[in-house]
């Protein structure tokens, strides 16, 4: 069985042992059609909030990519978007096991897991797990984010393509902290251009004539000059 949520949207399932997943945009999960307690386990890519349900007889899994989550009753994110160089594990209660071709890492409560995918490696550092995990609560929290990884997150989070105009690859690192929760896209594009000595402009706008929608907008932001 296979579950996508759009770009720009967040869905939650409810799995038959009670485990529920928050979908971000972007995202697809996979699971047994033939789910059961003994056989609970599930496929990410993108990113997803988990809260299972507790059996420390029957542990649950979660595949992305080379990275395996062992888990038998606990809270955690898992982002694996196809385009990111590293997969993020992030655990808010309990405890979980990342498991890689090499090694087998505990994580606790506040700590986040990374496997960087190129080089095979992984670390683990404390974090702000709200930070992380408040995207289900229709919260995009940024601290200290460089441009190029808020620009990532906004294109997800409202389905829009978002290009900066970087020639001297310092846009790109430009940092920002802030949050949105009911702000439209407009709004947040105007709070980076006032923060920062920027200016942005919608480049293209890719529609489907013949249902007379829009698929998708781009954005330039640039330095203003």
Known sequence: ISITSPPGTRI?????????????????????????????????????????????????????????????GTRFNVSNYQEDSYISVVLEEGSIEAITKNSSNPVSPGEQFMYFNKEKTNLINKVDVKKYTSWKDGILIFRNDPLSIVSKKLSRWYNVDITLLDETKELKLLPFTFSISDENLLQVLDYICQAAPLEYELKSIKSDQEKNTIIKKEYIIKTVK
């Open 12 to 72: 939650n399932t409810t799995l038959p042992d009670g485990t529920v997943v928050w979908q971000n945009g972007g995202s697809t999960m996979e699971y047994p059609a033939k789910y059961t307690k003994r056989n609970r386990s599930v496929k990410i890519s993108g990113e997803a909030y988990f809260d299972v349900t507790s059996d420390p007889v029957h542990p649950f899994y979660v595949q992305a990519n080379d990275l395996t989550v062992k888990v038998t």
